[in-house]
Protein backbone atom coordinates (compact mmCIF):
# COMPACT_ATOMS: atom_id res chain seq x y z
CA UNK A 1 0.00 0.00 0.00
CA UNK A 2 2.79 2.57 1.01
CA UNK A 3 5.03 1.02 -2.04
CA UNK A 4 8.65 1.37 -2.58
CA UNK A 5 8.66 4.59 0.00
CA UNK A 6 9.86 4.43 3.33
CA UNK A 7 6.29 5.92 5.00
CA UNK A 8 6.30 5.17 8.46
CA UNK A 9 2.14 5.46 8.57
CA UNK A 10 -0.64 4.25 6.61
CA UNK A 11 -4.21 3.62 7.23
CA UNK A 12 -6.84 1.65 5.17
CA UNK A 13 -10.79 1.47 5.10
CA UNK A 14 -12.66 -0.85 3.55
CA UNK A 15 -16.26 -0.62 1.89
CA UNK A 16 -18.16 -3.22 0.53
CA UNK A 17 -21.14 -2.65 -2.13
CA UNK A 18 -23.87 -4.36 -3.45
CA UNK A 19 -24.40 -3.80 -7.67
CA UNK A 20 -26.94 -5.33 -10.06
CA UNK A 21 -23.88 -4.74 -12.59
CA UNK A 22 -21.32 -7.56 -13.62
CA UNK A 23 -18.98 -8.30 -10.65
CA UNK A 24 -15.22 -7.42 -11.36
CA UNK A 25 -12.41 -10.59 -10.46
CA UNK A 26 -8.75 -10.82 -9.89
CA UNK A 27 -6.37 -9.77 -13.02
CA UNK A 28 -3.13 -9.99 -13.77
CA UNK A 29 -1.40 -8.41 -10.38
CA UNK A 30 -4.97 -7.42 -8.74
CA UNK A 31 -5.23 -4.79 -6.94
CA UNK A 32 -1.24 -4.03 -7.34
CA UNK A 33 -1.76 -1.88 -10.79
CA UNK A 34 -4.84 0.48 -8.85
CA UNK A 35 -2.28 1.31 -6.12
CA UNK A 36 0.47 1.94 -7.41
CA UNK A 37 -1.25 4.62 -10.03
CA UNK A 38 -2.62 5.93 -6.86
CA UNK A 39 0.42 6.43 -4.82
CA UNK A 40 2.72 7.23 -8.07
CA UNK A 41 0.49 10.13 -9.31
CA UNK A 42 0.34 11.42 -5.40
CA UNK A 43 4.21 11.88 -6.28
CA UNK A 44 3.56 13.36 -9.02
CA UNK A 45 1.18 16.50 -7.93
CA UNK A 46 3.09 16.76 -4.65
CA UNK A 47 6.09 17.37 -6.50
CA UNK A 48 4.14 20.35 -8.97
CA UNK A 49 2.87 21.69 -5.85
CA UNK A 50 5.91 21.67 -3.81
CA UNK A 51 8.56 22.87 -6.81
CA UNK A 52 10.45 19.78 -5.94
CA UNK A 53 11.68 17.36 -9.44
CA UNK A 54 9.64 14.45 -9.16
CA UNK A 55 12.19 11.99 -9.52
CA UNK A 56 14.51 13.61 -7.06
CA UNK A 57 11.33 13.69 -4.08
CA UNK A 58 10.87 9.60 -5.30
CA UNK A 59 14.63 9.16 -4.26
CA UNK A 60 14.93 11.00 -1.21
CA UNK A 61 12.04 8.75 0.07
CA UNK A 62 12.72 5.31 -1.12
CA UNK A 63 13.60 2.43 0.90
CA UNK A 64 17.10 2.01 1.16
CA UNK A 65 18.98 -1.72 0.36
CA UNK A 66 20.18 -1.57 4.18
CA UNK A 67 16.98 -1.62 5.05
CA UNK A 68 16.10 -4.65 3.60
CA UNK A 69 14.33 -6.81 4.83
CA UNK A 70 11.72 -3.91 5.36
CA UNK A 71 8.56 -3.91 7.32
CA UNK A 72 5.93 -1.72 6.02
CA UNK A 73 3.58 0.13 7.97
CA UNK A 74 0.83 -3.21 7.50
CA UNK A 75 3.40 -5.69 8.86
CA UNK A 76 4.06 -6.81 5.40
CA UNK A 77 7.93 -7.97 5.18
CA UNK A 78 9.54 -7.00 1.58
CA UNK A 79 12.14 -9.67 1.57
CA UNK A 80 15.14 -7.61 -1.27
CA UNK A 81 15.36 -5.11 -3.66
CA UNK A 82 17.66 -2.37 -4.73
CA UNK A 83 14.96 0.53 -5.20
CA UNK A 84 17.31 3.44 -5.93
CA UNK A 85 19.37 1.19 -8.32
CA UNK A 86 16.42 0.40 -10.72
CA UNK A 87 15.80 4.63 -11.04
CA UNK A 88 18.81 5.20 -11.63
CA UNK A 89 19.58 2.34 -14.08
CA UNK A 90 16.28 2.88 -15.98
CA UNK A 91 16.95 7.04 -16.33
CA UNK A 92 19.94 6.43 -17.85
CA UNK A 93 18.46 3.94 -20.90
CA UNK A 94 15.70 6.54 -21.22
CA UNK A 95 18.23 8.91 -22.08
CA UNK A 96 16.48 11.25 -19.38
CA UNK A 97 18.78 14.14 -19.95
CA UNK A 98 17.75 14.33 -23.78
CA UNK A 99 14.36 14.89 -23.23
CA UNK A 100 14.23 18.52 -24.11
CA UNK A 101 15.77 17.79 -27.40
CA UNK A 102 12.82 15.72 -28.03
CA UNK A 103 10.35 17.84 -26.71
CA UNK A 104 11.26 20.88 -28.77
CA UNK A 105 11.85 18.74 -31.73
CA UNK A 106 8.01 17.29 -31.08
CA UNK A 107 6.79 20.74 -30.75
CA UNK A 108 7.90 21.82 -34.15
CA UNK A 109 5.68 19.08 -35.45
CA UNK A 110 2.77 20.44 -33.84
CA UNK A 111 2.54 17.29 -30.80
CA UNK A 112 2.80 17.92 -27.24
CA UNK A 113 5.71 15.39 -25.64
CA UNK A 114 5.30 14.40 -21.78
CA UNK A 115 6.94 12.07 -20.07
CA UNK A 116 6.45 9.90 -16.84
CA UNK A 117 8.29 7.40 -14.43
CA UNK A 118 6.54 4.87 -11.97
CA UNK A 119 8.29 3.00 -8.79
CA UNK A 120 6.48 -0.72 -8.48
CA UNK A 121 6.29 -2.89 -5.60
CA UNK A 122 3.89 -5.79 -5.65
CA UNK A 123 3.45 -9.19 -4.04
CA UNK A 124 3.64 -12.52 -4.85
CA UNK A 125 1.75 -15.30 -2.76
CA UNK A 126 -0.70 -18.10 -4.18
CA UNK A 127 -1.44 -21.45 -2.30
CA UNK A 128 1.99 -22.09 -0.63
CA UNK A 129 2.26 -26.24 -0.95
CA UNK A 130 3.42 -28.32 -4.26
CA UNK A 131 4.84 -31.19 -5.33
CA UNK A 132 6.93 -32.83 -7.68
CA UNK A 133 7.24 -36.31 -9.12
CA UNK A 134 10.64 -37.22 -10.60
CA UNK A 135 10.65 -40.53 -12.57
CA UNK A 136 13.89 -41.78 -14.04
CA UNK A 137 12.87 -43.59 -17.19
CA UNK A 138 14.52 -46.26 -19.33
CA UNK A 139 14.50 -44.38 -22.24
CA UNK A 140 17.20 -42.08 -20.89
CA UNK A 141 14.47 -39.60 -19.66
CA UNK A 142 13.93 -38.19 -16.47
CA UNK A 143 10.34 -37.70 -16.25
CA UNK A 144 8.41 -35.00 -13.97
CA UNK A 145 5.23 -34.34 -12.64
CA UNK A 146 4.05 -31.48 -11.30
CA UNK A 147 0.72 -29.58 -10.13
CA UNK A 148 1.06 -26.26 -11.75
CA UNK A 149 -0.41 -25.47 -15.47
CA UNK A 150 1.25 -23.46 -18.29
CA UNK A 151 -0.65 -20.81 -20.09
CA UNK A 152 1.96 -19.60 -22.57
CA UNK A 153 4.59 -19.10 -19.81
CA UNK A 154 6.80 -21.79 -21.19
CA UNK A 155 7.03 -23.62 -17.89
CA UNK A 156 8.07 -27.34 -19.86
CA UNK A 157 11.33 -25.23 -20.88
CA UNK A 158 11.97 -23.15 -17.21
CA UNK A 159 11.05 -26.10 -15.19
CA UNK A 160 13.37 -28.28 -17.00
CA UNK A 161 16.19 -26.19 -16.54
CA UNK A 162 16.27 -26.15 -13.10
CA UNK A 163 15.85 -30.04 -12.99
CA UNK A 164 18.42 -30.42 -15.42
CA UNK A 165 20.73 -28.23 -13.63
CA UNK A 166 20.17 -29.79 -10.38
CA UNK A 167 20.92 -33.42 -11.81
CA UNK A 168 23.73 -32.11 -14.16
CA UNK A 169 22.07 -33.30 -17.27
CA UNK A 170 21.15 -31.98 -20.23
CA UNK A 171 17.59 -29.76 -20.70
CA UNK A 172 16.51 -32.59 -23.08
CA UNK A 173 16.81 -35.44 -21.01
CA UNK A 174 13.89 -34.16 -18.61
CA UNK A 175 9.92 -34.10 -19.72
CA UNK A 176 7.61 -31.76 -17.78
CA UNK A 177 3.87 -33.29 -17.37
CA UNK A 178 1.20 -30.73 -15.80
CA UNK A 179 -2.61 -30.46 -16.34
CA UNK A 180 -3.27 -34.09 -16.76
CA UNK A 181 -5.47 -35.37 -13.32
CA UNK A 182 -5.22 -38.95 -14.25
CA UNK A 183 -1.11 -37.83 -13.53
CA UNK A 184 -0.98 -35.16 -11.11
CA UNK A 185 -1.89 -36.04 -7.34
CA UNK A 186 -1.57 -32.75 -6.13
CA UNK A 187 -0.56 -29.24 -7.36
CA UNK A 188 -1.37 -25.65 -6.22
CA UNK A 189 -2.22 -24.38 -9.49
CA UNK A 190 -0.91 -21.15 -11.77
CA UNK A 191 -2.11 -17.95 -9.88
CA UNK A 192 -0.35 -14.99 -8.41
CA UNK A 193 3.04 -15.23 -9.69
CA UNK A 194 3.37 -18.60 -7.60
CA UNK A 195 5.22 -20.88 -10.65
CA UNK A 196 8.71 -21.14 -10.40
CA UNK A 197 9.12 -20.35 -7.26
CA UNK A 198 7.03 -22.97 -5.81
CA UNK A 199 7.17 -25.74 -8.29
CA UNK A 200 10.87 -24.78 -9.10
CA UNK A 201 11.73 -25.07 -5.22
CA UNK A 202 10.29 -28.00 -4.75
CA UNK A 203 11.74 -29.71 -8.70
CA UNK A 204 15.27 -28.54 -6.70
CA UNK A 205 14.23 -30.85 -3.50
CA UNK A 206 12.96 -33.54 -5.34
CA UNK A 207 16.35 -33.63 -7.47
CA UNK A 208 18.12 -33.72 -4.02
CA UNK A 209 16.26 -36.77 -3.10
CA UNK A 210 16.74 -38.51 -6.14
CA UNK A 211 20.67 -38.26 -6.06
CA UNK A 212 20.44 -39.58 -2.30
CA UNK A 213 17.84 -42.46 -3.50
CA UNK A 214 20.23 -43.06 -6.54
CA UNK A 215 23.42 -43.19 -3.95
CA UNK A 216 21.63 -46.03 -1.58
CA UNK A 217 20.65 -48.06 -4.99
CA UNK A 218 24.31 -47.44 -7.06
CA UNK A 219 26.36 -48.41 -3.60
CA UNK A 220 23.82 -51.71 -3.39
CA UNK A 221 25.01 -52.64 -6.92
CA UNK A 222 28.82 -51.99 -6.24
CA UNK A 223 28.80 -52.92 -2.95
CA UNK A 224 30.10 -50.06 -1.17
CA UNK A 225 28.76 -47.63 1.19
CA UNK A 226 26.55 -44.63 0.61
CA UNK A 227 28.61 -41.98 1.71
CA UNK A 228 31.30 -43.10 -0.41
CA UNK A 229 29.29 -42.32 -3.81
CA UNK A 230 29.74 -39.31 -5.11
CA UNK A 231 27.22 -37.82 -8.02
CA UNK A 232 28.46 -35.68 -10.98
CA UNK A 233 26.71 -35.09 -14.30
CA UNK A 234 24.37 -37.79 -13.91
CA UNK A 235 26.89 -40.71 -12.85
CA UNK A 236 27.47 -42.00 -9.65
CA UNK A 237 31.09 -43.38 -8.57
CA UNK A 238 33.08 -44.75 -5.65
CA UNK A 239 35.01 -41.87 -4.31
CA UNK A 240 38.68 -42.63 -4.89
CA UNK A 241 37.93 -45.45 -7.95
CA UNK A 242 36.79 -45.14 -11.42
CA UNK A 243 34.01 -47.65 -10.61
CA UNK A 244 30.37 -46.03 -11.08
CA UNK A 245 27.36 -46.58 -12.83
CA UNK A 246 24.89 -43.53 -15.01
CA UNK A 247 21.61 -42.63 -13.26
CA UNK A 248 19.73 -45.08 -16.20
CA UNK A 249 21.83 -47.55 -15.59
CA UNK A 250 20.26 -48.14 -12.00
CA UNK A 251 18.09 -51.16 -12.40
CA UNK A 252 14.36 -51.19 -12.67
CA UNK A 253 13.84 -47.40 -12.83
CA UNK A 254 12.57 -45.43 -9.54
CA UNK A 255 11.03 -42.23 -8.67
CA UNK A 256 10.70 -40.05 -5.73
CA UNK A 257 8.06 -37.59 -4.64
CA UNK A 258 8.80 -34.27 -2.75
CA UNK A 259 6.04 -32.05 -1.29
CA UNK A 260 7.31 -28.54 -0.03
CA UNK A 261 5.48 -25.58 1.62
CA UNK A 262 6.48 -21.92 1.58
CA UNK A 263 4.46 -19.21 3.38
CA UNK A 264 6.60 -16.13 3.11
CA UNK A 265 5.78 -13.37 0.45
CA UNK A 266 7.95 -12.15 -2.21
CA UNK A 267 8.35 -8.66 -3.61
CA UNK A 268 9.12 -8.20 -7.01
CA UNK A 269 9.56 -4.75 -8.21
CA UNK A 270 11.12 -2.12 -10.69
CA UNK A 271 11.01 1.65 -12.21
CA UNK A 272 9.21 2.13 -15.77
CA UNK A 273 9.61 4.92 -17.79
CA UNK A 274 7.22 6.05 -21.00
CA UNK A 275 6.96 8.84 -23.34
CA UNK A 276 4.25 9.89 -25.21
CA UNK A 277 3.42 12.42 -27.87
CA UNK A 278 0.11 13.91 -27.91
CA UNK A 279 -2.04 15.71 -30.78
CA UNK A 280 -3.30 18.91 -28.88
CA UNK A 281 -6.04 19.13 -31.86
CA UNK A 282 -7.35 15.27 -31.17
CA UNK A 283 -5.80 13.98 -28.18
CA UNK A 284 -4.71 10.93 -29.75
CA UNK A 285 -1.77 9.77 -28.00
CA UNK A 286 1.19 8.04 -29.61
CA UNK A 287 3.39 5.79 -27.13
CA UNK A 288 6.60 6.12 -28.37
CA UNK A 289 9.85 5.11 -25.82
CA UNK A 290 8.86 2.50 -23.23
CA UNK A 291 11.95 1.13 -20.65
CA UNK A 292 11.40 -1.08 -18.05
CA UNK A 293 13.96 -2.01 -15.30
CA UNK A 294 12.49 -5.13 -13.09
CA UNK A 295 13.85 -7.28 -10.08
CA UNK A 296 12.05 -11.00 -10.46
CA UNK A 297 14.48 -12.15 -8.14
CA UNK A 298 17.11 -14.52 -10.25
CA UNK A 299 15.71 -14.96 -13.51
CA UNK A 300 15.81 -18.58 -14.74
CA UNK A 301 15.53 -17.89 -18.15
CA UNK A 302 15.73 -14.15 -18.72
CA UNK A 303 14.36 -14.67 -22.52
CA UNK A 304 10.85 -15.98 -21.08
CA UNK A 305 10.96 -13.21 -18.34
CA UNK A 306 11.42 -10.59 -21.18
CA UNK A 307 8.59 -12.00 -22.98
CA UNK A 308 6.43 -11.72 -19.98
CA UNK A 309 7.65 -8.08 -19.45
CA UNK A 310 6.57 -7.26 -22.29
CA UNK A 311 2.92 -9.24 -22.62
CA UNK A 312 2.40 -7.85 -18.81
CA UNK A 313 3.06 -4.08 -20.14
CA UNK A 314 0.57 -4.09 -23.04
CA UNK A 315 -2.13 -5.57 -20.64
CA UNK A 316 -1.46 -2.04 -18.16
CA UNK A 317 -1.32 -0.03 -21.05
CA UNK A 318 -4.84 -1.13 -22.54
CA UNK A 319 -6.04 -0.64 -18.71
CA UNK A 320 -4.52 2.90 -18.52
CA UNK A 321 -5.42 3.86 -22.33
CA UNK A 322 -8.56 2.02 -23.93
CA UNK A 323 -9.89 -0.64 -22.80
CA UNK A 324 -13.33 0.02 -20.86
CA UNK A 325 -16.79 -1.64 -20.00
CA UNK A 326 -20.02 0.40 -20.94
CA UNK A 327 -23.05 -0.79 -19.49
CA UNK A 328 -26.21 1.47 -20.78
CA UNK A 329 -27.84 2.68 -17.19
CA UNK A 330 -31.06 2.13 -18.43
CA UNK A 331 -31.21 -1.43 -19.38
CA UNK A 332 -27.93 -2.69 -17.57
CA UNK A 333 -26.85 -4.28 -21.17
CA UNK A 334 -23.15 -4.37 -21.75
CA UNK A 335 -22.62 -2.21 -24.82
CA UNK A 336 -19.03 -3.06 -25.04
CA UNK A 337 -19.62 -6.54 -25.69
CA UNK A 338 -17.58 -7.67 -28.25
CA UNK A 339 -13.82 -6.85 -29.19
CA UNK A 340 -15.22 -4.87 -32.06
CA UNK A 341 -16.39 -2.51 -29.35
CA UNK A 342 -14.01 -3.32 -26.32
CA UNK A 343 -10.24 -1.69 -27.34
CA UNK A 344 -7.04 -3.71 -26.71
CA UNK A 345 -3.82 -2.21 -27.49
CA UNK A 346 -2.28 -4.29 -30.79
CA UNK A 347 0.77 -5.04 -31.66
CA UNK A 348 0.91 -1.53 -34.01
CA UNK A 349 0.15 0.62 -30.55
CA UNK A 350 3.20 0.25 -28.99
CA UNK A 351 6.71 0.49 -29.76
CA UNK A 352 9.60 -1.76 -29.74
CA UNK A 353 10.45 -2.15 -25.67
CA UNK A 354 13.74 -1.49 -23.75
CA UNK A 355 13.69 -3.89 -20.83
CA UNK A 356 16.45 -4.64 -18.31
CA UNK A 357 16.57 -7.19 -15.21
CA UNK A 358 18.24 -5.94 -11.93
CA UNK A 359 18.69 -9.60 -10.36
CA UNK A 360 18.34 -9.39 -6.51
CA UNK A 361 17.42 -13.04 -5.32
CA UNK A 362 14.98 -13.88 -2.62
CA UNK A 363 16.36 -15.49 0.67
CA UNK A 364 13.14 -16.51 1.47
CA UNK A 365 13.51 -19.59 -0.96
CA UNK A 366 16.23 -22.34 -2.30
CA UNK A 367 16.20 -20.68 -6.06
CA UNK A 368 16.15 -16.77 -5.34
CA UNK A 369 13.11 -16.60 -7.06
CA UNK A 370 10.66 -13.82 -6.42
CA UNK A 371 8.39 -13.69 -9.83
CA UNK A 372 8.28 -12.30 -13.60
CA UNK A 373 4.77 -12.23 -14.26
CA UNK A 374 3.26 -9.44 -12.98
CA UNK A 375 5.62 -6.94 -13.38
CA UNK A 376 4.81 -5.28 -16.59
CA UNK A 377 1.33 -4.66 -15.87
CA UNK A 378 1.64 -2.97 -12.15
CA UNK A 379 3.14 -0.34 -13.11
CA UNK A 380 2.03 0.47 -16.36
CA UNK A 381 -1.12 2.90 -15.68
CA UNK A 382 1.05 5.11 -13.42
CA UNK A 383 3.67 5.69 -15.80
CA UNK A 384 1.87 6.28 -18.99
CA UNK A 385 -0.94 8.34 -17.08
CA UNK A 386 2.07 9.86 -15.61
CA UNK A 387 3.48 11.01 -19.20
CA UNK A 388 0.27 12.39 -20.40
CA UNK A 389 -0.42 14.35 -17.71
CA UNK A 390 3.00 15.77 -18.22
CA UNK A 391 2.47 16.63 -22.01
CA UNK A 392 -1.22 17.70 -21.06
CA UNK A 393 0.24 20.31 -18.59
CA UNK A 394 1.37 23.14 -20.48
CA UNK A 395 -2.60 23.09 -21.69
CA UNK A 396 -3.86 23.57 -18.21
CA UNK A 397 -5.21 19.70 -17.99
CA UNK A 398 -5.00 18.72 -14.21
CA UNK A 399 -7.19 15.64 -14.43
CA UNK A 400 -6.49 13.15 -16.78
CA UNK A 401 -9.31 10.57 -17.62
CA UNK A 402 -9.20 6.64 -17.57
CA UNK A 403 -9.09 4.98 -19.75
CA UNK A 404 -7.25 8.07 -21.82
CA UNK A 405 -9.10 7.58 -24.86
CA UNK A 406 -8.65 10.14 -27.31
CA UNK A 407 -11.80 11.37 -26.75
CA UNK A 408 -11.49 11.58 -23.17
CA UNK A 409 -8.21 13.90 -23.55
CA UNK A 410 -10.24 15.86 -26.57
CA UNK A 411 -12.76 16.78 -23.38
CA UNK A 412 -10.20 17.89 -21.34
CA UNK A 413 -8.46 19.74 -23.34
CA UNK A 414 -11.20 21.38 -24.46
CA UNK A 415 -12.53 21.77 -20.91
CA UNK A 416 -8.92 23.74 -20.29
CA UNK A 417 -9.02 25.67 -23.27
CA UNK A 418 -12.59 27.44 -22.08
Same mark, same amino acid.
Do not use: K, Q, Y
Given at each position: MTGNYDIPLARVRARAVFTNTTPTQAYRSS???????????????????TGFDRTELRRRNLIGEASMPYANPFGMVYDSGRY??????????AD???FSERCAEARARGKLLGRGLANYVESSTGTPREQARMTVCADGIVEIVIGTQSAGQGHETSFAQVAAAALGLDVE?? &?????? +? #??VGFGGG????????MAGAVIALAADDLIAEGKRRAALALEAAPDDMTY??? &?????? +? #?RGLSLFELSGGFAVVRDNEMHELVFPNGCHVCEVEVDPETGAVDLVRYIAVDDVGRAINPLIVEGQTHGGIVQGLGQAMCEACIVDGASGQTITGTLMDYALPRAGDVPAFTTRLNEVPSPTNPLGVKAGGEGGT?????VVISAIADALRPLGVTSIPIPATPHALWRAIQGARR
Open positions: GRPEVTFAIERLIDLAADAAENMALVTHLWVGAV &RILSGD +T #DLTHSGRSMRTRG &RFTVAG +T #DTPAPA
